[in-house]
Structure formats: structure tokens, C-alpha cells
């Protein structure tokens, strides 16, 4: 079945304990992507992947890294974990977006983490 | 600016009514892709459908379909004949195709259908 898990689905830690959310696709796509949700400000992309060893900043990137060594897996780290860090997370993946543009570029998404920061 | 602007934060309508959800879109670029999603109360995003700035006709899957408007930069949702599953927040979405990189989503619509 052609997915993204992420893992865990659920987190409560405290201030300042670095932690990682793991994301992998089976679906060999190159790109992946990392999203924060929030009540009132939909989603907002924390940092992208075009491809292996390739990443960039999205809109919110402070206070998290990331890093793509396999084509599949693409993990959010957090360093120092703050309490403005509480969120839902997403990540997700497609096919590499391109000038032309198309349906192959639609991003599919995996379950979500919930993040709670105390 | 927003990229993406969705002005309706809440939507009710009825059972077997069809409803339309705005989405409008800011962008210099050309060539571009729109697309909606739903995230139904169990949180996952499930994608609808896609429009891509050059299509000619406007997208359909299934009860969905995409009233694009190109000189109006809007790509509004409409459902037919609403079912109680469709009770969800809608998001739109956009990728310019010069830059290539970012997805932009708007804040979503929450829409509640009344038996």
C-alpha cells in the first residue's frame, strides 16, 4: 500500500529535550516536505526536500532541521523544543513539482504527530 | 500578501444541497497548480483535486469540481448534493511553477452538513 508514516503519532515532552519525528514514503518520490498546523493559520510548510542530501527553508523553519540521507525517509528534528512548538505535524511527499506543473505533483500526506511542549 | 486567502472560516449547508467554498490565490507566475483538500475530524488530508493554471476546462472528480476563475485568481470548490461525510475543513492549496518549491495553503473552511 502506497503511504507516508510518520512516527510517533503522538509526544509530550518537556522544554529543551531534543526530539525526532521520522517520516517515510514508499511511493519513491523525490520530494518530501514537512508542515505545522495550527487553529486559525492552516498549514505552514517548516522545510522541503527536492531530493537526497537537497533541503530548504520553508516559512517557518526556526528551531527545526531536518535532514534527507535516503530517498525515502525525511526526519524532523527539534532541537531544544519550545512550548510554541506545540503543533500538529505533517509530512508528505510527491513527485518532483516541475515547470509544467500536473496532478503528479500532488503531495500526499502522512497521519500526523501531535506535539504537545511543556 | 497571503498567497492563498480562504474568507470563509465556517460553512453550514444541507444534506443533498450543493455548496461552494472560496478560494482565491495571489501570483505573478504563469504556470502554477491549485488544489484542495479535506481533513475530516480524524485529522488526516486527504486530497480532492487539481487544477493546473493552463488546463482549459475546469477540474472534476466525482462530486467535486473546481470553478476556476484565471483573471479573478479564484479556484472555488464546489460539492454536489453534500453527503454527512463531507462534514470536514477544506484547504486550498498552491505551487507556483517558477520557484517550484513551496506549497502555499490557505487557513480552511470548516464546513458542517445538516441532516
Known amino acids: 500500500e502506497a503511504q507516508v508514516t510518520q512516527n510517533p503519532r503522538y509526544l509530550i515532552t518537556v522544554t529543551g529535550k531534543k526530539l525526532t519525528v521520522t517520516c517515510s514514503q514508499n511511493m519513491n518520490h523525490e520530494y518530501m516536505s514537512w508542515y505545522r498546523q495550527d487553529p486559525g493559520l492552516g498549514l505552514r510548510q517548516i522545510y522541503y526536500?527536492?531530493?537526497?542530501?537537497?533541503?530548504d527553508k520553508g516559512d517557518v523553519p526556526e528551531g527545526y532541521k531536518v535532514s534527507r540521507k535516503e530517498k525515502r525517509n525525511f526526519p524532523l528534528i527539534l532541537e531544544s523544543p519550545s512550548p510554541n512548538q506545540t503543533s500538529l505535524y505533517f509530512c508528505?511527499?510527491?513527485?518532483?513539482?516541475?515547470?509544467?506543473?500536473?496532478?503528479?505533483?500532488?503531495?500526499?500526506f502522512g497521519p500526523g504527530t501531535r506535539l504537545l511542549v511543556l | 500578501a497571503q498567497k492563498i486567502t480562504q474568507t470563509q472560516p465556517g460553512m453550514f449547508v444541507q444534506e443533498k444541497e450543493a455548496v461552494t467554498l472560496d478560494c482565491t490565490y495571489d501570483t505573478s507566475d504563469p504556470s502554477y497548480g491549485l488544489f484542495w483538500y479535506k481533513q475530516p475530524s480524524s485529522g488526516e488530508m486527504i486530497f480532492l483535486i487539481y487544477q493546473g493554471s493552463y488546463d482549459q476546462q475546469n477540474a472534476t472528480e466525482g462530486r467535486y469540481s473546481l470553478n476556476f476563475q484565471k483573471a479573478r485568481k479564484s479556484a472555488n470548490l464546489v460539492i454536489s448534493a453534500s453527503q454527512l461525510g463531507d462534514s470536514a475543513m477544506y484547504f486550498c492549496?498552491?505551487?507556483?511553477?517558477?520557484?517550484?518549491?513551496?506549497?502555499?495553503f490557505g487557513t480552511g473552511t470548516s464546513l458542517t452538513v445538516i441532516p
Open positions: 508528505a511527499s510527491s513527485h518532483t513539482p516541475t515547470l509544467a506543473g500536473g496532478p503528479r505533483e500532488t503531495q500526499y
Open positions: 492549496a498552491m505551487r507556483e511553477g517558477r520557484t517550484g518549491n513551496q506549497f502555499y
Open positions: 526536500s527536492m531530493n537526497v542530501e537537497v533541503t
